[in-house]
């Protein structure tokens, strides 16, 4: 007679199985470039697809519909390669450039007239008066004045914007965010909060308690400062998973409370470039030290401003390893010494071309976005992995 704990082991087998086969028919599908639509059960569930794109097997699991992951990929190619991302960032900039004049107590003073709000004078001004040529080669009605003047004009005439200490540059850069997966799970609370989401397989395994690591399910893990919430809660939650910490600012006696768990594993590692000697390693041989077989269903960072160096070194090894998933805090300011611009704040503009990078190169599209209250420096997104080519 089998045992309640025997029964639950051969359900996680018939699940997994069962769901096997739902993403390998998927993935036949698609590889044919068909431009039908057909419906696969997945867990109970009704899963619709459609599509001549080349989406990661591994996305279908983590949506209940793909007509609307096809949708968001769709809406990312308008953003990062038809020009949408100019035209946010130029209507962002151009709502502060009034904005930049008056924080530095700049007037703008029509010829003849009193000093005046230089946006919506000029605006006003060249809809109701000709200029020749449309304006080309012609001086501005007037001229600024002030004591600031030459700080943030070019010529006397063109302004460089200062963009504003808030999340907006975040906002204007990453594009639309979506879908919603099937099942998001949530480790940690307030600040140390991550989602990520949690395909059909390895939910159905997680349910069953099956305690063994099932080396299909591998977490990379980057920074940690002896701090072991995280892959506390992924035991918990995920017990099937093994998660791989990466840290190399700890002293050489290595962490003194990581978990006593075979799925918990410790490396006195960072991430750097192609260049980079001991105890720095680009991502590929990051990958290499943990003797897995295949890329990790996720990667977790918060590493205050190394995450631009990090992702470079991840898009620069070969495609076969890039995570799943990417669930990372981003950063347009760091206290980090070690970080080239740690001086300056990151602008609009390079947050943009990351995720226009990760997009373009990587198939990646944010599905889960949240800022903090107190930290317009900081976003938390989750990327997922959605086109492989």
Same mark, same amino acid.
């Given at each position: 007679?089998?045992?309640?704990?025997?029964?639950?082991?051969?359900?996680?087998?018939?699940?997994?199985?069962?769901?096997?086969?739902?993403?390998?028919?998927?993935?036949?599908?698609?590889?044919?470039?068909?431009?039908?639509?057909?419906?696969?059960?997945?867990?109970?569930?009704?899963?619709?697809?459609?599509?001549?794109m080349p989406i990661c097997?591994?996305?279908?699991?983590?949506?209940?519909?793909?007509?609307?992951?096809?949708?968001?990929?769709?809406?990312?190619?308008?953003?990062?390669?038809?020009?949408?991302?100019?035209?946010?960032?130029?209507?962002?900039?151009?709502?502060?450039?009034?904005?930049?004049?008056?924080?530095?107590?700049?007037?703008?003073?029509?010829?003849?007239?009193?000093?005046?709000?230089?946006?919506?004078?000029?605006?006003?001004?060249?809809?109701?008066?000709k200029v020749k040529r449309?304006?080309?080669? @012609?001086? +501005?009605?007037?001229?600024?004045?002030? =004591?600031?003047?030459? !700080?943030? /004009?070019?010529? *006397?005439?063109?302004?460089?914007?200062?963009?504003?200490?808030?999340?907006?540059?975040?906002?204007?850069?990453?594009?639309?965010?979506?879908?919603?997966?099937?099942?998001?799970?949530?480790?940690?609370?307030?600040?140390?909060?991550?989602?990520?989401?949690?395909?059909?397989?390895?939910?159905?395994?997680?349910?069953?308690?099956?305690?063994?690591?099932?080396?299909?399910?591998?977490?990379?893990?980057?920074?940690?400062?002896?701090?072991?919430?995280?892959?506390?809660?992924?035991?918990?939650?995920?017990?099937?998973?093994?998660?791989?910490?990466?840290?190399?600012?700890?002293?050489?006696?290595?962490?003194?409370?990581?978990?006593?768990?075979?799925?918990?594993?410790?490396?006195?590692?960072?991430?750097?470039?192609?260049?980079?000697?001991?105890?720095?390693?680009?991502? @590929?041989? +990051?990958?290499?030290?943990?003797?897995? =077989?295949?890329?990790? !269903?996720? /990667?977790?960072? *918060?590493?205050?401003?190394?995450?631009?160096?990090?992702?470079?070194?991840?898009?620069?090894?070969?495609?076969?390893?890039?995570?799943?998933?990417?669930?990372?805090?981003?950063?347009?300011?760091?206290?980090?010494?070690?970080?080239?611009?740690?001086?300056?704040?990151?602008?609009?503009?390079?947050?943009?071309?990351?995720?226009?990078?990760?997009?373009?190169?990587?198939?990646?599209?944010?599905?889960?976005?949240?800022?903090?209250?107190?930290?317009?420096?900081?976003?938390?997104?989750?990327?997922?992995?959605?086109?492989?080519?």
């Open positions: 007679m089998l045992t309640r704990r025997a029964i639950r082991l051969l359900c996680a087998v018939l699940t997994s199985v069962y769901l096997g086969l739902g993403v390998l028919l998927r993935s036949v599908y698609l590889q044919h470039n068909s431009q039908h639509e057909f419906t696969i059960p997945v867990n109970g569930r009704t899963t619709t697809a459609s599509s001549s097997p591994s996305a279908l699991e983590l949506f209940d519909n793909i007509t609307s992951l096809e949708t968001m990929i769709e809406k990312a190619k308008d953003f990062h390669q038809r020009g949408g991302n100019l035209i946010s960032i130029e209507k962002y900039l151009n709502s502060h450039v009034q904005k930049t004049l008056d924080n530095l107590n700049i007037q703008f003073v029509p010829n003849g007239k009193p000093a005046a709000k230089a946006v919506p004078f000029l605006k006003e001004y060249y809809k109701t008066t449309g304006g080309y080669g @012609q001086p +501005l009605p007037g001229k600024y004045t002030g =004591d600031n003047v030459k !700080k943030v /004009l070019m010529d *006397d005439r063109w302004i460089d914007v200062i963009e504003p200490a808030t999340s907006e540059r975040f906002l204007v850069s990453v594009g639309d965010v979506g879908p919603e997966c099937a099942t998001k799970m949530q480790v940690g609370k307030g600040y140390q909060e991550k989602v990520f989401c949690v395909d059909h397989k390895e939910r159905a395994i997680a349910n069953v308690n099956v305690n063994d690591a099932d080396t299909d399910c591998n977490i990379f893990s980057i920074g940690s400062n002896d701090q072991w919430d995280f892959e506390i809660e992924v035991m918990a939650k995920l017990p099937h998973c093994r998660t791989h910490t990466f840290d190399c600012t700890l002293n050489k006696r290595g962490p003194k409370n990581k978990p006593k768990s075979d799925n918990v594993l410790f490396y006195p590692y960072c991430v750097g470039t192609e260049k980079s000697e001991l105890p720095y390693l680009n991502y @590929q041989k +990051l990958w290499e030290n943990t003797h897995t =077989d295949r890329p990790p !269903k996720i /990667l977790k960072m *918060d590493i205050e401003g190394f995450e631009y160096d990090v992702l470079l070194s991840l898009l620069a090894a070969p495609k076969e390893i890039w995570p799943e998933q990417i669930m990372m805090e981003v950063h347009t300011q760091t206290r980090m010494v070690d970080v080239p611009w740690m001086l300056r704040a990151r602008q609009a503009g390079e947050i943009s071309l990351l995720f226009g990078t990760l997009f373009n190169v990587g198939g990646y599209i944010p599905v889960n976005v949240k800022y903090f209250k107190g930290c317009y420096s900081c976003m938390e997104i989750l990327l997922v992995r959605a086109l492989c080519t």
